[in-house]
Every structure is written in C-alpha cells, then in structure tokens.
C-alpha cells in the first residue's frame, strides 16, 4: 500500500502535540462527492432546547465564502449572526417553531426547514462531535481541546453538524471553589475561557465525571466518604502533581465504589457555571439510583446539558435509561478492529431498538477511525477501507450517537470523506430517531432497514465475510409498492429504478457496505390495481 506523509503545515497549532504519522494513502476508496461551491445547507431538521434555556446553533453549511446566513420565521429571543451563521439566545414559550433557514454566497442560495422544538427534551437527533479518549487519553489538556475545536471548524466537519468537543477522563484536580466542586488540574488553567472559546465557534462542550469516589483512570468522582469533599488518597499523598492516583503504590481497583456523600449537585452547578453542553457520567454497573442523582442536579441548574450514561448498560434497566438520560453506552471501550467493531456492531444493538426514539439514543460507542492510540501508543486505525465503511454507515442506520475519537490534527481526505457525508449523515440524523434493524441476514451476512421521515427506507447491505459476495433485496418483501429509486448515499446518485418485486442486488466487498435510500418507499398515495 503506498504511503503518503501527512505534514502539519495545514494545522500548525497541532505541531508539537500530534508529531508526524504515516497514513494510509486511501483516496482511490473514496466515493463521497466533494460538496458544490453553491450553499448548501446540512445537518439536522430539528433542534430541541427547553424553555428559557440558552440556546446554541451553527448552522451548518458547505460552499465557497463568504457566505450570508438569514432564517425566516425565528422564534422570539434568537439572534442570528448573518456572518458566522451561529444562532444565539433564548426562547421563553414552549412549541414547535417552523423556521427556514437560508445561507447565500456569490454563486447561489440555499434553503433548509428547520423546526426548533421548546420542550420537554433536548437532543433530539443523534449527537455528533469528538471526545479526546480515544485518542490523548489521560494526556489530554486544555490546549489539546482547544486545538481540536479549532480543528472542527477548519477541517469542515462543524459545516456538516459535528458539533460536541468533550473533555473525558483527566481534567479532574480536587474540590474547591464557591460549589466545593471538582476543579481542574493543572493541565486545564481555565475551563471557563475553553467553554467560551469553543462557544464563540458555535461549537458545544462537554465533560466527565463518575459517581464513584474514583474515576476509571483514578482521578477524584462525584461521590465521597467525606463530607468535606476530602479524598483519603489525596490527604495521604498518593497521587501525582494533577492528583492521579499513583497506582504503583495502590491498586485503581481502590477507589472505585460509591462514596456515602453525593457531589453531584455541587459538580453540576460548577459545570453550569462554566457552559458545560455535555455530560459524559461513566461507571459499570449502572444503577438508577446514583443515575437519578445526577439527573436531578443537572435539571437544578436551568441548563440544557445532554446526559450521556456510560458503560455497558444493560437491558433491564432500560426504562430507567430512558427516563433519565439522553444517552447511554450499550458496551465496553470499542478498539480499532473488525472483531471489536462488528461485534459492537451487528450483536448487541437491535436489542435496544423499543428504546430508541428523538432525546433518547442508546450509544454503540466512539468512532475508531483516524489516528488513535489512547494517549498510550498512537497509530493508523486498523480498520480497512471498507471496515470504516461499514463502521459509519452501520452506526448511522442505527440512529447511534457519532463521536470522533481521533487525533483532530490529522484528518486526511478518505477520513474526512466518510465524515463529510450529507446523505448518510442524513439517515443517522433523521427526525424520527427509528433504530435500523436486521431485516435478514446469516453469519456472512446482514441487511438492515430504517424508515425515514419523508417515507423513504434506507438500507444497509453488510458483508460480514472475508470474500466479496453479492447482497441484494426484493422492495415488496420489504413492505414497499410501486416503482422504487434506488439511490447510493455513500456516491450521491442514482443507480436503479426497480419494480416492486424485482430484484437489486450490488457487489460488497469483504467486511464492506453499501447504503442505499428506496424512494418514494411508503407513500399515503391511492392504490388501485393488483400490488400482491
């Protein structure tokens, strides 16, 4: 495979953080079109926010700048920046406002409904963005995550609806402050200039916590022994100068129970006050007690913060999952190869389907894609080509969450080509938040199907072999009448207009997929004739 050197030139902020990597030089496996200068509008059609609660939206749009941002029909108390695009504010009555949006630029004009839901629940489509695990580890720092907001925007993918920068493990110092909540590190000198620098791109932010005394990577949690806020491991010393547990002396097994004290609200008002968007709440096994917890103090601040459960919930607690949080992981830490994807994957999503619907999305984790490593030993995800094929287009007709967990520094144009995908990324953002199911399939195999808002069905064909095979469908065995057009999302174009009970089948390579939208799919159109 020839290779291509990847230089920060284009990135400089990232020099001394990313270093030079060899990628892959995947571009003949491109199929994404580059987008047109003409505007054009993506992301996603609904927005939900609660009442007087701030409101933040970029809207995302691809073209040639400058470009002029105008919205008819925005509701009392937002304000649009007709330069950036970012809509700011607040809106005081509850309802569902139709809203146009419009971005102009020397070439042509563009326009997208958007409808603004203010009401009971926030996140209403699948959250898009980047968490700095995967990829930095407990290394992360104030400047990495500054650096990677600014690479959102630069790289294009904020123009796309990516739009969540979070903080994970390794901010933590110790409690203090007006709240005797958890303050940063020394890593992290100013939270509350990040959040604000990643607020003025238009861009979210979030961060991290456990309700255990100790976090996975043996910083302090959200609940204590004491009532003072006081760590017996910290008080004794045992920790390094951004007060980690020196696990050389004991083992991070130690500290990770639950405390007698609860700090949520104290955590939560401090993470208010800062402009936290985000909340990444992570212990195993999850309970509805210490899940309710924080639930209840993050409704206490008055802001709208997306509650992301993690890890590895299991079902039985599904109602509680979905009475109290946005999201929640449905496994372990995913890795960067086919049997941790495809396992994640296509064995322990469908049944979470009853569950999944607009402000509730159970999470397959992080995207493995880019350059990874942990913060331990970083390297080219080992992925194939057609192995990140499937991992977006399976995660997108699940309506999964989609964090990026790559070094932002280094993006190249195969990666930024399955990122940068309006029509896929469509499906995962669809309004109606339906999960895509197995429709048929066998252990070489699988087709997945999704109903999308307008009627029309995506359909994903997977080949989980090792050998290139043929996969294809029948629309009426699918529950579609009619003539069907068969579009390829991942090539932006139409490839087939089939009858009802004829056969489309394609090619996939190994590991690989295709994903497809059947229009006009169920239409509340007159029959009359014989569609048996």
Not at 80 to 100: A, C, F, H, M, P
Not at 246 to 274: H, T
Not at 306 to 324: D, E, F, H, M, T
Request: charged content about 25%; overall charge neutral; aromatic content about 10%.
């Amino acid at each position: 495979m020839k290779k291509i050197l990847l230089l920060l030139a284009v990135l400089p902020a990232f020099a001394a953080a990313a270093q030079k990597i060899e990628a892959p030089d995947y571009s003949a496996y491109i199929l994404t079109p580059k987008a047109p200068d003409t505007p054009r509008i993506n992301g996603p059609k609904v927005y939900g926010v609660h009442p007087k609660a701030d409101f933040l939206y970029r809207i995302p749009a691809t073209g040639i700048r400058p470009m002029n941002f105008s919205a008819k029909g925005l509701p009392k108390g937002l304000k649009l920046d007709s330069e950036s695009g970012i809509i700011r504010g607040t809106i005081k009555k509850s309802g569902t406002y139709n809203v146009t949006l419009i971005a102009e630029n020397s070439l042509g004009k563009a326009e997208r409904e958007f409808r603004i839901v203010v009401g009971e629940r926030i996140a209403l489509t699948p959250p898009l963005g980047w968490n700095s695990w995967n990829c930095w580890g407990n290394s992360v720092s104030q400047d990495l995550m500054k650096q990677s907001a600014d690479a959102m925007v630069s790289s294009g993918l904020a123009d796309y609806g990516w739009t969540y920068i979070n903080i994970d493990d390794g901010w933590q110092g110790i409690r203090g402050g007006k709240y005797n909540a958890i303050q940063p590190n020394g890593k992290f000198p100013d939270i509350k200039a990040l959040a604000d620098h990643i607020h003025s791109l238009g861009l979210k932010f979030g961060i991290y916590s456990t309700p255990w005394v100790g976090t996975y990577a043996s910083h302090i949690g959200s609940s204590c022994d004491n009532a003072d806020g006081t760590y017996w491991w910290v008080e004794k010393g045992i920790v390094d100068k951004n007060y980690r547990l020196d696990r050389s002396k004991i083992s991070k097994e130690e500290i990770r129970y639950f405390g007698e004290y609860s700090f949520a609200r104290q955590d939560a008002l401090q993470w208010a006050e800062w402009g936290v968007d985000y909340l990444k709440y992570d212990w195993n096994l999850n309970d509805a007690w210490w899940m309710r917890d924080m639930r209840e103090a993050i409704d206490a601040t008055g802001r709208d913060i997306v509650y992301s459960i993690s890890n590895k919930a299991r079902v039985a607690l599904g109602p509680q999952l979905a009475q109290y949080a946005e999201c929640w992981r449905t496994t372990t830490d995913i890795r960067d190869t086919w049997e941790s994807m495809a396992t994640i994957g296509f064995e322990g999503q469908d049944r979470w389907a009853g569950f999944r619907e607009p402000g509730r999305w159970p999470d397959a984790d992080m995207l493995v894609l880019g350059k990874v490593g942990w913060g331990r030993k970083m390297h080219w995800t080992e992925l194939t080509p057609d192995e990140q094929y499937t991992h977006i287009s399976l995660w997108s007709i699940m309506a999964s969450p989609m964090l990026l967990g790559c070094d932002m520094a280094i993006l190249d144009e195969f990666t930024l080509s399955l990122l940068c995908n309006s029509e896929v990324l469509d499906v995962n953002q669809d309004p109606l938040g339906i999960q895509g199911v197995r429709h048929e399939g066998d252990k070489d195999y699988a087709i997945y199907v999704k109903p999308l808002e307008d009627g029309s069905l995506a359909v994903g064909l997977f080949n989980l072999s090792g050998q290139a095979r043929e996969i294809g469908f029948i629309p009426h065995k699918l529950g579609l009448m009619g003539k069907q057009m068969v579009r390829d999302l991942w090539r932006q174009q139409d490839v087939a207009e089939i009858a009802q009970k004829e056969r489309f089948s394609v090619t996939v390579a190994p590991h690989g997929a295709a994903l497809l939208r059947l229009s006009p799919g169920i239409t509340g159109n007159k029959l009359v004739g014989n569609y048996r």
